[in-house]
Each structure stands twice: as C-alpha cells, then as structure tokens.
Nanobody, 127 residues
Framework: QVQVVESGGGLVQAGDSLRLSCAASEHTINSRSISWFRRAPGKERDFVAGINWNGADRHYSDSVKGRFTISRDNTKNTVDLQMNTLKPEDTAIYYC????????????????????WGQGTQVTVSS
C-alpha cells in the first residue's frame, strides 16, 4: 500500500505564493502520473495539475494555468506544486493522487484513474 502525504498548505493573502509537496512511501510512484486535485467548500473535487511519470507531459486546469507549476523529483519520490499569485477562489483542500496505470504518456484528469490519495492539505487565501 503506497502512503501519500501532502504538506505545505497554509493561510496566505491574495497575491502570495505557496509550495505544496507530495511525498510517497515507495519508488512505485516513480512509474506513475501524479496529480493534484482540490475540493473547495460545497464543491466537487476538481483536477488542478498533473505530471506523467517522466515529466514529459504536464497538464493544468484553465483556472491555474500560468500561475501554478508542477514538478517531480523521482530520486526523492516527491511531486511539488508551486502556486503563485494565489486568489481567494484557490481556497480548498488540496489532494495528491497516484495514477493506477504505470508509464502512461498523458496525464489524465478524472479522479477515477487514481487509486492512492493523501489526506489533503488546507490552502486558504484571504482577500
């Protein structure tokens, strides 16, 4: 069972930056796409950003494109999400997820394709 842990959330003001980190317990994730999802209060869980196993494909939701950057370090089993120019609408619990199928070339955005999830980290952006 792969353990996934998110860190780096917090309370910031609009325009500030935060860096989230996703750490996994096994090298298994090095062959999988890793994505970040978020759930805002009263809303569905939405895809935010994802990176495939070798970093060749990165995908962002329209709402964060140009502000967020996803990266991975397979030597450390970590995936980071750099979030710049944060807005109040970015307020949510952010979850890291590991895709079921290894060595995929394209990042998939549906949560059903991910089978290991972290507990989430809260990001709150005040106006």
């Amino acid at each position: 069972q792969v353990q996934v842990v998110e860190s780096g959330g917090g309370l910031v003001q609009a325009g500030d930056s935060l860096r989230l980190s996703c750490a996994a317990s096994e090298h298994t994730i090095n062959s999988r796409s890793i994505s970040w999802f978020r759930r805002a209060p009263g809303k569905e869980r939405d895809f935010v950003a994802g990176i495939n196993w070798n970093g060749a494909d990165r995908h962002y939701s329209d709402s964060v494109k140009g502000r967020f950057t996803i990266s991975r370090d397979n030597t450390k089993n970590t995936v980071d999400l750099q979030m710049n120019t944060l807005k109040p609408e970015d307020t949510a619990i952010y979850y890291c997820a590991v895709e079921k199928i290894p060595y995929t070339n394209v990042v998939l955005t549906t949560p059903l394709r991910y089978d290991f999830w972290g507990q989430g980290t809260q990001v709150t952006v005040s106006s």
